[in-house]
C-alpha cells in the first residue's frame, strides 16, 4: 500500500461538478481531478465518490481505506499539553495546531483525515486534519498536526484522540478486521503504478464478488469473512449473532450470482 501526497482534500466544495453529463466512472487518472471524496450523482440515483487507491485493484470488490496508514486507532495519553509542547501553544483552545506523540509519520500521512478527541479533557470534538510533520518535528518522537479549525477546547496530556482517514483515500480490497470500513465497490481494474485515481461506486444497483455462499434474493450482504473483497450473506452459514454483529452490512441481493462470480446488489454505502 502507500498513500499519495498529491491527493487533494476539500471541506468546503460541494460535490457537484460541472461535468456531470461527461461523467465516466470508468476513467482514471494519474494525478487527482477532483478533491478525494467527491461525489457524483446519476439521475437514476446511482452515487459515485473520487478515490485514491494504494494498491492494485479489481473492477467490482469492496474497497476500504488502509487504516494502517494514514490513520491511529485510539491513541491514549499521547497529547503533548500546550505548556510543553515546542511552540508553547499547541493544544491550547482557539489553536489549529496539536503535538503528539506517534513514531515513524511521514508528511501528510494524516492529511484529510479526522481527529476525534475520544476520551478526558476536550473530549466529544472532530476536527478536520489539513496536514502534519513528520516524527521529530517539532520535537523528538512527536508531529504537529495542522486543523481545519480551531481548537473549542484546550487539550491535555490526558486526551485521548484516534485518528480516522478520509474514507476515500489509500483504498485496498476490504477484509473482515482492521480495514473492515468499506466505503464503496471498485469501478475498474487500478493499476496505481498507471494511474492510482479513479470511481468508486457508493449507492444504486452494482455488481459485487460473490464468496461460496450464494445470497437468496433480497436477503441482506455483508463484507466476506470467507473472501477479501467479495460479498456474502449476513452471518454466512453461521446461526451465531457473534457472526451478525460483527460483520458489515453492504446491501440488499438483487440477483445471486453463481458461487465465486458476481452477485448483483443494491448498495447504501453513504
Known amino acids: ?66 487504516l494502517s496508514e494514514v490513520g491511529q486507532v485510539d491513541l491514549d495519553n499521547k497529547v503533548i499539553a500546550p505548556a510543553s509542547s515546542a511552540s508553547g501553544t499547541d493544544g491550547a483552545i482557539g489553536t489549529k495546531y496539536v503535538e503528539v506523540t506517534i513514531a515513524s509519520v511521514t508528511v501528510d500521512q494524516f492529511a484529510g483525515a479526522t481527529l476525534v478527541t475520544t476520551d478526558d479533557t476536550g473530549e466529544g470534538y472532530s476536527y478536520d486534519i489539513v496536514g502534519n510533520t513528520a516524527t521529530d518535528d517539532p520535537a523528538t518522537g512527536n508531529i504537529r498536526l495542522t486543523l481545519a479549525q480551531p481548537l473549542q477546547v484546550a487539550l491535555d496530556a490526558t486526551t485521548d484522540v484516534s485518528i480516522q482517514p478520509c474514507l476515500y483515500n489509500d483504498l485496498e480490497v476490504a477484509t473482515t478486521g482492521t480495514d473492515s470500513i468499506v466505503c464503496g465497490v471498485s469501478c475498474a481494474t487500478m493499476d496505481v503504478s498507471e ?4 470511481w468508486v461506486q457508493t449507492k444504486g444497483i452494482v455488481g459485487i464478488l460473490q464468496d461460496a455462499k450464494v445470497p437468496a434474493v433480497g436477503s441482506i450482504v455483508a463484507l466476506s469473512k470467507l473472501t477479501a473483497g467479495a460479498v456474502g450473506p449476513l452471518g454466512g452459514a453461521s446461526s451465531a449473532a457473534t457472526d451478525y454483529v460483527a460483520e458489515a452490512i453492504v446491501g440488499i441481493c438483487v440477483d445471486p450470482g453463481d458461487s465465486t462470480g458476481h452477485s448483483v446488489i443494491k448498495i447504501n454505502l453513504e
Not at 1 to 27: L, N
Open 195 to 198: 494511474a492510482p485515481f479513479g
Open 1 to 66: 500500500m502507500a498513500y499519495s501526497t498529491d491527493s487533494t482534500f476539500s471541506i468546503a466544495k460541494p460535490g457537484v461538478p460541472a461535468v456531470v453529463g461527461a461523467f465516466d466512472k470508468f476513467e482514471m487518472h494519474k494525478l487527482p481531478k477532483y478533491p478525494l471524496g467527491f461525489k457524483v450523482e446519476t439521475a437514476d440515483g446511482k452515487i459515485y465518490r473520487y478515490a485514491h487507491f494504494g494498491a492494485d485493484t479489481n473492477r467490482g470488490v469492496l474497497v476500504s481505506a488502509d
